[in-house]
Each structure stands twice: as structure tokens, then as C-alpha cells.
């Protein structure tokens, strides 16, 4: 099978990783890719949200399966235009991925299959949504309707600083068209905790737990990233959990979505919020989290490619994926700046001295240049280790991250503190 990865980032390092060892796999290509990714497939430099481009080559170079990390290429049809041409992918169709693509339409999907998540309205009216917030109170949250790079949302604890998110989005266009609509809803309060299954347009299988850590700055302070870190598996998600998660809100969310005419495949990745009242949905992704996806990818033991291409041909029926029992977690290093302004083009040493029983040094945002290695982005490495429990893999992580000669770059050093204190 000659199989095209889509998106340059560490999920997709990781996802070049884990294809590549497929004995399905006869030639890998990944488009952009990034330098690590080079290691293990053949990077072609289109953008990831190069819809036209990516068609075209995949149409010329007869690839047999598509591969989508990024949301950007699926809610721009990606998958439907590969369909056009004959060529299967993993992910889901625009319709489908209007879940992640826009917030109020995957509200009102809840709300007409009674998937708990919280009370909301939708606003197009910036007076409209002032004089909610005004009627409603703090704390309440506010988020722009579309994609807007995970910095859509804010939970004001005052009604000001709702009314002045509501005039960002709305009057200053802080997130271009995504924000002209803008969902307004119930603040809750509990843990938060990730959910990935795989859905093949009928059938949900579950995928292990993994947890991220968005938040900056150690012990989850500062402003908000893509994902400082992840471990899995996630302490907090217990069998009887999962059974409820998959019974309230993946299978409810599945069907309805087959109801209305816009099937789902692919990873139906659900953030929750576990409150008093049960587990309610913050909201949905329609791709892998990144850098869960890293954690993922290192406990999985079965081939992933016969795995995504069922979920694209409705075969997970019958499925099953085969886990570590070892702990995962992975170590983001960002370069200093991150999440704010950052330069690009710092040396980044000692790679070599990182072997993989120690760790795997998935690439998120790195180029090469004359032989040599630079930071090319935010996200720079992921270092991603395993071990018995997670205090061992975060040893294991952390040693190998200070192998690495890179004094522009900077990581947290307490990814997977909540496990760990939790004994895990
Ligand atoms: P989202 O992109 O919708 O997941 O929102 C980003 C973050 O904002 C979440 O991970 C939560 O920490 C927080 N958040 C979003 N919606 C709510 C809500 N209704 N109540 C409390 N916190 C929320
Ligand atoms: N780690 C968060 C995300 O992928 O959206």
C-alpha cells in the first residue's frame, strides 16, 4: 500500500513512525512533513491545507490511502475530493468534521440527541450576546463558533471580561470569520479529561486513555498551548467511565450523526468535563490530539494501518487494537517565546546521544540546514518515553530531554504531575 501522511507536526511524526512499520506499508510519503518525519517517509512540500495540491499528488503518484492529521484539510473537504478521485482516506468528510469545524453545530447535535454538555445559546448579534451575558452572569463562557487554533475560547469570571470577548471576536475580528458567530455557555466546573475512539461511520472502538497538558508554565499556570505534554494511560479514566463516556456521549453522537446524513469516521477525539453531574462534552476534535497521539503510538502494539483503513471502509465491527501495558509520555520542547512571538532557525544538538531505548524524539517543528538541525516552529520535539508506571516514563523522558543541547528551547518539567501524584 503506498500511503500519503497529511500535516508536518509531532502527531504525524508519530504516525509516520507507526506506519512505516506496517508490513502493509510499501512506500510512506508526508506532506509537509518536517525533518524528523524524513526518517521515516518522504517528505513533499505541500502545504497541509493545500487541498488542490494534495489531490494532485496523490492522483499522480497512485496513492492507495490518505492519511489526515491536521482539522484544517478535513473541514476543507479533503477526504470528500479524495473520495471524488477513487482514493480512500482516514478522516471525515466535511460534513462530518463540522463537529470539530463549528462549535454551535455541534452543540445543537447534543441538544437533539441528548449528549450532555452545557446549556448554551448561539449568537450572530454582538447586542444579542452582550445582553445574554448580562441577563446570564459570570462565570460564563464565550467561543468563537469555527476553527481558531485553540484560542477561540475564554472563560470570563467577570461579565466585562465576557462583554469584552464578545467585542474582540465580534467588532475587532480577533479570529477572522470563526468568531462572527459566537457560542455562549454555562461555565462548568470538574476535571477535564480526553476521549478517543475510532469511529468507522457505524461502530465507536475506544482507544486507550491519554491526557495533555495545556497550560505554559509548570503545575498548569499561564497562558494556554496546543499541549505542553501528555502520558497515557489516564488514571482518571476508569472502566465504568468509558462505559459511560461511550454509552451517553460517542455512541449517541455516532448515531445522530449517521441520522443526519454526515456519517462519522476517523478519531472523534471528545474533551470532557467530569462534573457532579456526570461526564459532559467541552467539546470535539475530529483528529488525533497532538501530542497525545505521541503516547498513543508508542503503547500501541497492533498494525495501525489495517486499523485507520477499516474505520475508512466501516470494518471496525470486528476490530481490535492490542495495547502496551507500559505507561507512555512525552515531553514537549518549545522554543523560548512559545506561546507568544518566537524565532525561528536555533541549533538544536545532542539528538544523537538520545537512543531509543531511552526515548523517541517524535519532530514537531524542526528543518535542517547544511547537516544541521533548527528549530523551525512552537513545537519543536516531542520526547516521548515509556516505562512501568508513569513516574518511569517521565524519569525516563525528562533524562533524555536533558541529553538534548538546545538553550533556545524550554519544556515543562512536571508533564504527568496529576498521574504521579495519583501513585500512577
Ligand atoms: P474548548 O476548545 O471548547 O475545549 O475549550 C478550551 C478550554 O476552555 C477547555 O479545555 C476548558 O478548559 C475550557 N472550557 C471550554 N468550555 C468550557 C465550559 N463550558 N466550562 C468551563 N470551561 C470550559
Ligand atoms: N492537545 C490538544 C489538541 O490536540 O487539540
Same mark, same amino acid.
Given at each position: 500500500m503506498r500511503v500519503l501522511v497529511v500535516g508536518g507536526g509531532g502527531r504525524e511524526h508519530s504516525l509516520c513512525w507507526a506506519i512505516s512499520a506496517? +508490513?502493509?506499508?510499501?512506500a510512506l510519503y508526508c506532506a509537509p512533513g518536517n525533518a524528523g518525519i524524513a526518517q521515516d517517509a518522504e517528505c513533499v +512540500? #505541500? &502545504? @497541509? *491545507?493545500d487541498i488542490e495540491g494534495l489531490l494532485r499528488f496523490a492522483t499522480e503518484n497512485a496513492i492507495d490511502f490518505v492519511v489526515v492529521g491536521p482539522e484544517a484539510a478535513l473541514v476543507l473537504g479533503l477526504v470528500d475530493r479524495l473520495a471524488e478521485a477513487g482514493i480512500k482516506a482516514f478522516g471525515p468528510t466535511a460534513a462530518a468534521a463540522m463537529l470539530e469545524g463549528s462549535k454551535g453545530f455541534m452543540k445543537d447535535l447534543c441538544a437533539k440527541y441528548a449528549i450532555p454538555t452545557a446549556a448554551y445559546g448561539r449568537f450572530t448579534d454582538a447586542v444579542a450576546a452582550k445582553a445574554h451575558i448580562e441577563q446570564t452572569g459570570a462565570p460564563i463562557v464565550v467561543k468563537a463558533? !469555527?476553527? &481558531? @487554533? !485553540?484560542?477561540?475560547v475564554t472563560v470570563a469570571r467577570t461579565t466585562g471580561e465576557a462583554l469584552a470577548a464578545v467585542d474582540a471576536a465580534m #467588532?475587532?475580528? =480577533?479570529? !477572522?470569520? =470563526?468568531?462572527q458567530e459566537l457560542i455562549i455557555e454555562e461555565c462548568m466546573v470538574g476535571e477535564e479529561l480526553s476521549f478517543f475512539a475510532l469511529v468507522d461511520g457505524r461502530t465507536a472502538l475506544p482507544l486507550v486513555g491519554a491526557q495533555d497538558h495545556k &497550560?505554559?508554565?509548570?503545575?498548569?499556570?499561564?497562558p494556554n498551548t496546543g499541549g505542553m505534554g501528555a502520558y497515557s494511560p &489516564? +488514571? @482518571?479514566?476508569t472502566e465504568a467511565l468509558q462505559a459511560e463516556i461511550m454509552e451517553r456521549i460517542i455512541e449517541p453522537t455516532v448515531e445522530g450523526m449517521a441520522v443526519e446524513g454526515a456519517p462519522f469516521k476517523g478519531v472523534l477525539y471528545a474533551g470532557l468535563m467530569l462534573t457532579d453531574e456526570g461526564p459532559k462534552l467541552l467539546e470535539y476534535n475530529v483528529r488525533f490530539g497532538d501530542p497525545e497521539c505521541q503516547v498513543l503510538m508508542l503503547r500501541l502494539?497492533?498494525?495501525i494501518l489495517p486499523a485507520l483503513v477499516a474505520s475508512c471502509d466501516g470494518m471496525l465491527e470486528t476490530f481490535d487494537l492490542r495495547w502496551s501495558d507500559d505507561a507512555a509520555l512525552t515531553v514537549v520542547m518549545a522554543t523560548v517565546g512559545y506561546p507568544g512571538a518566537y524565532a525561528k532557525g536555533s541549533e538544536i544538538r545532542?539528538? *544523537? @546521544?538520545?537512543?531509543p531505548e531511552n526515548a523517541i524524539v517524535f519532530h514537531a517543528g524542526t528543518a535542517t540546514e547544511n547537516g544541521r538541525l533548527l528549530a523551525n516552529g512552537g513545537r519543536v520535539l516531542n520526547v516521548t518515553a515509556s516505562g512501568a508506571t508513569i513516574s518511569e516514563a517521565q524519569a525516563k523522558a525528562y533524562a533524555a530531554v536533558d541529553m538534548i543541547d538546545w538553550p533556545e528551547g524550554f519544556c515543562r518539567r512536571d508533564i504527568g504531575w496529576r498521574a504521579v501524584a495519583r501513585g500512577a
Open positions: 506496517s +508490513p502493509l506499508c510499501d +512540500p #505541500i &502545504a @497541509a *491545507d463558533d !469555527g476553527l &481558531a @487554533a !485553540g484560542k477561540g #467588532i475587532d475580528s =480577533a479570529f !477572522g470569520d =470563526a468568531g &497550560a505554559v508554565g509548570d503545575g498548569d499556570t499561564g &489516564a +488514571p @482518571a479514566l502494539r497492533s498494525d545532542g539528538l *544523537d @546521544a538520545v537512543s
